[in-house]
Every structure is written in structure tokens, then in C-alpha cells.
Nanobody, 124 residues
Framework: QVQLVQSGGGSVQAGGSLKLSCSYS???????LAWFRQAPGKEREAVAA???????TYPPSTQGRFTISQDYAKNVLYLQMNSLRSEDTAMYHC???????????????????WGQGTQVTVSS
């Protein structure tokens, strides 16, 4: 059983930065952790993923602006978001699944465990 508890988020002006955190427990020896977001009326989309060996993957929409990382000692997953845009406004969720991240890391159906979500609002 894996539990994910998120913190962080909030409101920021365009061009600003925010950092999200996700504390996880009960993880697998090998795992994939990811951040997703969902804006009203849109599908949930992946913004970053990282596996237990520290290999990170990003979609083109966030590459170079977002950084995913983890603190192995504290069992915390982070998402540093820079150069935020109004289109980054969404509810952000962390997710976890056993095994390394696959080529399908961007699919919500690949993940069994989810955080409660935290709102990020970027004003222009």
C-alpha cells in the first residue's frame, strides 16, 4: 500500500515559480513517481516523472521549465515549476506505481496511487 500526501501550490503571477511536494510511504523497491495536472474541462496530463534510480522524463510542454526531484531520505517528491504561464493553471496530483517508468509514463491509467491534489493558479 502506497500513500501520497501533497503540499505546496497556490497562486502566482506569470513568470513566477512554485514548488510542490508529495510525501510518499510504503513505496516499492523500484517505482515510478509522476506529477500530473488537470485543468477544468481538460484531460489529466503528465508533467514529469522520475523513477527510483533518479531518471527523469518530461513532456515537451514542461521540458526546461519544470524539474522533478526526490529526497530519498525523507521520501518526498518535488516539482519545481519556473517561468509559469497562465496555461499551467490546474489541479496538480502526484502519482506512484511499482516498477520503472515506462514509455507510457504519461498515461494516468499506468498509476495506482494518487495524491489528493493541490491547486496551482497562474495569473497573467
Amino acid at each position: 500500500q502506497v500513500q501520497l500526501v501533497q503540499s505546496g501550490g497556490g497562486s502566482v503571477q506569470a513568470g513566477g515559480s512554485l514548488k510542490l511536494s508529495c510525501s510518499y510511504s510504503g513505496h516499492y523497491a523500484k517505482y515510478c513517481l509522476a506529477w500530473f495536472r488537470q485543468a477544468p474541462g481538460k484531460e489529466r496530463e503528465a508533467v514529469a516523472a522520475i523513477d527510483s534510480d533518479g531518471r527523469a522524463t518530461y513532456p515537451p510542454s514542461t521540458q526546461g521549465r519544470f524539474t522533478i526531484s526526490q529526497d530519498y531520505a525523507k521520501n518526498v517528491l518535488y516539482l519545481q515549476m519556473n517561468s509559469l504561464r497562465s496555461e499551467d493553471t490546474a489541479m496538480y496530483h502526484c502519482a506512484a506505481e511499482g516498477g520503472y517508468c515506462s514509455g507510457a509514463f504519461h498515461r494516468p491509467s499506468e498509476y495506482t496511487y494518487w495524491g489528493q491534489g493541490t491547486q496551482v493558479t497562474v495569473s497573467s
